[in-house]
């Protein structure tokens, strides 16, 4: 027993070493003084100065603040998207269909990027000289791709939390008179709620991250930050990128832990709550 | 219960293998409510749209010549204005090419061997992973668990950098492995293949143990203790219980890393070599360099082609996991 407890810790700890250590190290050199980014300057280092170069940068700002603007909207209609199809294909039962569309929410989650990138990109083109819409490229179609294949993940974070509820209070609403919208409204959505924020914090962080799809789809003067992380670290490492990065992990890693206690005294409360009405009966 | 409860909050990827169960308001939905076929049109005719619209114009261009005008290729389909007929002209031309230039073939073959040898680096670290996570307390397990969705949720194009600065000739790794006196030169270690297995591992490592997870937590431990009170020594009732039973986990991870990574493109643009491309950037080139759209079409094709039946292997395993979960 003792000898299999010394094994699992040694896979694990190796296994987050693994994960964790080019992360960390990409923050401890954000604060190097040199350029270059792999030898400590301990005699002028830590440093904030490449944080300070960073937001002097316009290129970077502009493209972050335009990444921001599409990943919000990417999350917005992935969710509304995302989460009728969950429930489609979660409540609705058998419909002539219904494979189609189950079919067409999985295969986004593993098809390569260069090929959605590529046929939305030849979609436009082919739109564009039909309907003359949508005119050029740039937020509008980075936005629709995006929505596309964020979409397939909210749907499955929906339909998984559906399935963990079964339907009888859905039921007993109809069975009152309740119309189906009011049902939707008033009784499906508080219960997924969690799993329609986690959508959308899925599909937001999916869209700030893309780099190949945007790369497809975009117009001339609409870079998000992802491309231009891209095409600056092709030509190497360089330090206000690890500052970058820094400030990205902090966010993120501060945002999902807060998400994931906040959801876990949520579902908690929910429990008492049913706990009570149960005792109340 | 436990396990589909937490599936939508903290770990949307394995949320992959949990799914729907039987639907019974769906009666009471499809006799009583007209308003279903609308609500059932927005995801579906949005999909039609910017999902299978675009594969079926890839298809077309890649039946199609290379023009120069705008858009760079010429019409499939032309409106003969004397015989008054519409003329379809399909041009296997870049299929042809693509199956004699001695590049394609091997770039293809390249990126599965990539694929194919990253996949199995990650079963290898990421089984013991999930396996240790699984046989944790269920207290630990939630935290191990968001420890392998964070970084998932951190920019993906930051953490392939970040191994730049690790693998460089001055990087991290070479100046630890000679400070500690292994070797005396730094070692090449950026820009090779061996630096793309380990971006695509690194990436893709959360991709294989969630499925792993999902599956080895579900299995019946009394199992095991019966095999040993049999006799059986772990390692054995490991490889005739737990290996078995895992499989689906195996092949679902595995399809799960292998198939996105035949396409990946940033991670051989940022460490591979340049002497071997992988085909996502021949791909990208065809289109952004050469300006060939029709090339570049087929070369979408051929690789869904060669995709689509892990594809529908992926499909039909996920449906299987449900299948079993009701």
């Given at each position: ?7 699992r810790y ?9 994960l ?6 990409m923050?401890?050199f954000s ?6 980014v ?26 972050a603040?335009?990444s ?5 909207m990417?999350?917005t209609?992935?969710?509304i998207?995302?989460?009728v199809a969950g ?11 219904r494979?189609v569309?189950?079919?067409m929410?999985t295969?986004?989650?593993?098809m ?9 990109l ?5 739109m564009e000289q039909l ?13 629709i791709?995006?929505?596309?294949f ?17 339907d ?7 069975d ?16 997924i ?7 959308w ?12 799809i ?6 001339p ?6 491309m231009?992380?891209f ?6 490492v ?15 890693a501060?945002g ?5 206690l906040y ?13 009570l009405a149960?005792?109340?009966d | 219960?436990a ?12 949320v ?5 169960g ?10 009583h409510w ?13 999909l039609?749209l910017?999902?299978?619209a675009?594969?079926l ?6 039946f199609s ?18 015989t ?6 399909f041009?296997l031309?870049?299929?042809l090419f ?6 394609y073939?091997?770039?293809?073959s ?6 194919a ?10 089984y ?7 046989r944790?307390?269920?207290t630990?397990r939630s935290?191990?668990?968001?420890l392998?969705i ?14 730049v ?17 292994l070797?005396?030169e730094?070692?090449?270690l950026l ?18 143990i969630l499925?792993?997870y999902a ?18 020594k772990p390692?054995k009732?490991f ?10 986990g195996?092949v679902?991870g595995s ?14 643009s940022?460490?591979?070599s ?8 021949v ?9 060939d759209?029709?090339?570049a079409?087929?070369v ?11 594809i529908v292997l992926?499909?039909?395993?996920q449906?299987?996991?449900l299948?079993?979960?009701?």
């Amino acid at each position: 027993m003792t000898s299999r407890g010394w094994f699992r810790y040694s896979a694990l700890a190796a296994g987050f070493a693994f994960l964790y250590v080019p992360i960390l190290s990409m923050i401890f050199f954000s604060f190097n003084n040199s350029r270059l980014v792999t030898v400590w300057d301990s005699a002028n280092s830590p440093t904030l100065k490449w944080y300070g170069e960073l937001f002097q940068n316009d290129q970077i700002l502009r493209a972050a603040w335009l990444s921001i603007q599409i990943a919000a909207m990417t999350a917005t209609g992935a969710v509304i998207l995302g989460t009728v199809a969950g429930l489609v294909l979660a409540r609705f039962g058998p419909f002539r269909g219904r494979a189609v569309l189950s079919a067409m929410t999985t295969a986004p989650l593993v098809m390569p990027e260069v090929i959605t990138g590529l046929s939305l990109l030849l979609l436009f083109v082919a739109m564009e000289q039909l309907i003359g819409w949508p005119q050029g490229r740039g937020m509008l179609t980075i936005t629709i791709a995006h929505i596309t294949f964020a979409m397939a993940y909210v749907t499955v974070v929906v339909q998984s939390r559906l399935a963990g509820f079964d339907d009888s209070l859905e039921e007993a609403a109809l069975d009152l008179g309740a119309k189906p919208a009011k049902v939707f409204f008033r009784i499906t959505l508080p219960l997924i709620l969690p799993a329609v924020i986690s959508g959308w914090l899925l599909a937001f962080t999916l869209s700030w991250d893309d780099v190949v799809i945007s790369q497809f789809v975009a117009g001339p003067g609409s870079s998000t930050l992802p491309m231009v992380i891209f095409s600056k670290v092709r030509l190497g490492v360089s330090p206000d990128i690890n500052a970058l990065a820094t400030i990205m992990v902090l966010i993120v890693a501060t945002g999902v832990v807060l998400s994931a206690l906040y959801l876990k005294r949520q579902e908690a409360r929910r429990v008492r709550e049913e706990q009570l009405a149960r005792a109340g009966d | 219960m436990a396990n589909s409860l937490t599936a939508g909050r903290l770990n949307p990827l394995y949320v992959l293998l949990l799914r729907y169960g039987p639907p019974r308001w769906s009666n009471y939905i499809r006799e009583h409510w007209l308003g279903q076929r609308l609500v059932i049109g927005i995801p579906f005719v949005w999909l039609l749209l910017f999902f299978v619209a675009p594969f079926l114009i890839v298809l077309k261009i890649s039946f199609s010549e290379v023009q120069l005008a705008m858009p760079p290729y010429a019409p499939l389909f032309e409106w003969a204005a004397e015989t008054k007929r519409l003329v379809a002209t399909f041009n296997l031309d870049n299929y042809l090419f693509l199956l004699t230039d001695d590049l394609y073939v091997r770039t293809f073959s390249y990126s599965v061997k990539v694929a194919a040898i990253s996949t199995l680096f990650c079963l290898l670290i990421g089984y013991p992973m999930a396996y240790a996570i699984a046989r944790s307390s269920p207290t630990m397990r939630s935290v191990w668990l968001m420890l392998i969705i964070l970084p998932f949720w951190t920019s993906f194009l930051l953490r392939v950098y970040a191994w730049v600065g690790l693998l460089k000739t001055d990087g991290l790794i070479n100046q630890a492995l000679m400070g500690v006196g292994l070797i005396n030169e730094p070692l090449t270690l950026l820009y090779t293949d061996f630096a793309v297995y380990i971006g695509i591992v690194y990436s893709y490592l959360p991709f294989m143990i969630l499925p792993l997870y999902a599956n080895l937590e579900k299995h019946d431990l009394t199992l095991l203790e019966a095999a040993a009170d049999l006799g059986a020594k772990p390692i054995k009732a490991f490889l005739t219980i737990t290996l078995p039973l895992s499989i689906p986990g195996i092949v679902a991870g595995s399809l799960l890393v292998f198939i996105p990574a035949v396409g990946e493109y940033v991670i051989p643009s940022l460490l591979g070599s340049s002497d071997q491309l992988m085909i996502g950037r021949v791909l990208s080139d065809e289109f952004f360099s050469n300006r060939d759209w029709p090339v570049a079409s087929s070369v979408a094709i051929a690789i869904l082609l060669l995709l689509v039946l892990p594809i529908v292997l992926f499909q039909r395993f996920q449906n299987r996991e449900l299948a079993g979960q009701k």
